[in-house]
């Protein structure tokens, strides 16, 4: 029982009768060419028939399984931006704050398909889909290469080369690439947010996949490559907090103190004018420390993002109003004056030599 593999050949053997028949060069891959060769007898006219029919129908083939590859993976692509597109707040959160005074604080009730965190993932995933596009067309236009009788091996080795090149000497380029790529995609931050990026921090003006520009509070820009990014702290995702401190003397009465704070505190709360900035009902904390120059009290205001810092403000002024309107002083830093005492006459009289 002949090999299958060797069936072929043996076949053509037996129908030309003869043993130095050029068909033995031909394996069991040139079916068509063997089948028209074994109808005709005529090579040139099996050879045309492999070049019209095989030979496009193998590119065909080709074809259809890259646009099937490409299908796929941009399938799985669009479920990972899906997923992104939900954000960093867990499910149950996102939920209690989407109604609400806290909701309309953070502009959640608007349509997903217009917030920034849409459109970032909406835009990751058109440069994941170009990059799986481009691989798998060009091994696709390998493999038809190779289909048409073309030895690929040299253009192989030269990717090989350029690949290596490429790494060693653009190994920077690429971690800045790759880390603008996961910050994009995980949505560290965005433009017009407050950020600490460790060596600078500021206001975010522009963001790509290499560099990312802020311009800080005196007005200085900074460009800062995505690679060098160790950390990011945000002050303006989702919301902020306010914490103020307040130091009164140690002769003040601290239930007073408290008080006046809260009284304070709620009347920005119901404020009009700070409806929507201010998120949740303010704390006062209490006693956070006791210092040298006084009793130190935390107040907390939870704010809509960039608006911690003109709530402080505000709430500030009203504090000293309101604690002079009470007569609750606040610390002053203490200063001791040490004066050394002027030397006696006897002893600043010079001594006599006996």
């Given at each position: 029982m002949p090999h299958p593999l060797i069936a072929p050949i043996i076949d053509m053997t037996e129908v030309s009768g003869s043993e130095t028949n050029p068909l033995l060069t031909y394996s069991s891959e040139d079916q068509l060419y063997t089948w028209v060769l074994e109808r005709t007898g005529n090579r040139?006219?099996?050879?045309?028939?492999?070049?019209?029919?095989?030979?496009?129908?193998?590119?065909?083939?080709?074809?259809?399984?890259?646009?099937?590859?490409?299908?796929?993976?941009?399938?799985?692509?669009d479920r990972v931006v899906k997923?992104?597109?939900?954000?960093?707040?867990?499910?149950?959160?996102?939920?209690?704050?989407?109604?609400?005074?806290?909701?309309?604080?953070?502009?959640?009730?608007?349509?997903?398909?217009?917030?920034?965190?849409?459109?970032?993932?909406?835009t990751m995933g058109s440069l994941l889909k170009s990059i799986i596009s481009g691989v798998?067309?060009?091994?696709?236009?390998?493999?038809?290469?190779?289909?048409?009788?073309y030895d690929i091996a040299p253009l192989i080795a030269s990717a090989g080369i350029i690949g290596v090149a490429l790494g060693f000497g653009s190994q920077a380029l690429v971690k800045d690439f790759l880390s603008g790529i996961f910050m994009i995609f995980e949505d560290q931050y965005g433009v017009g947010d407050v950020v600490d990026l460790g060596e600078a921090s500021g206001t975010v003006e522009a963001v790509s996949l290499r560099v990312t520009r802020l311009r800080d509070v005196n007005g200085t820009v900074w460009y800062v490559r995505n690679g060098e990014i160790l950390r990011v702290g945000n002050m303006s995702q989702n919301w902020a907090r306010t914490v103020l401190d307040v130091t009164v003397g140690y002769t003040e009465d601290l239930v007073r103190v408290r008080r006046a704070l809260e009284e304070v505190a709620h009347d920005l709360w119901e404020d009009e004018d700070?409806?929507?900035?201010?998120?949740?009902?303010p704390e006062v904390w209490g006693v956070e420390s006791l210092g040298v120059d006084g009793i130190v009290v935390r107040v907390t205001l939870k704010t809509a993002?960039?608006?911690?810092?003109?709530?402080?403000?505000?709430?500030?002024?009203?504090?000293?109003?309101?604690?002079?309107?009470?007569?609750?002083?606040?610390?002053?830093?203490?200063r001791v004056m040490w004066q050394e005492s002027a030397p006696s006459a006897a002893s600043a009289e010079p001594t006599e030599n006996a």
């Open positions: 040139g006219l099996a050879t045309g028939v492999d070049w019209i029919v095989g030979k496009p129908a193998a590119l065909a083939g080709l074809i259809l399984i890259a646009l099937a590859v490409r299908w796929v993976l941009h399938r799985i692509i997923r992104a597109e939900v954000g960093m707040l867990p499910d149950r959160l996102s939920r209690a704050i989407t109604g609400g005074r806290m909701g309309a604080a953070l502009n959640l009730t608007e349509d997903p398909g217009y917030t920034r965190r849409v459109q970032r993932a909406a798998v067309f060009a091994v696709v236009a390998l493999m038809a290469i190779s289909e048409l009788g700070f409806k929507g900035l201010i998120i949740e009902e993002p960039m608006e911690q810092w003109g709530i402080a403000r505000e709430m500030r002024e009203r504090v000293k109003a309101r604690f002079e309107h009470e007569g609750i002083n606040l610390a002053v830093a203490q």
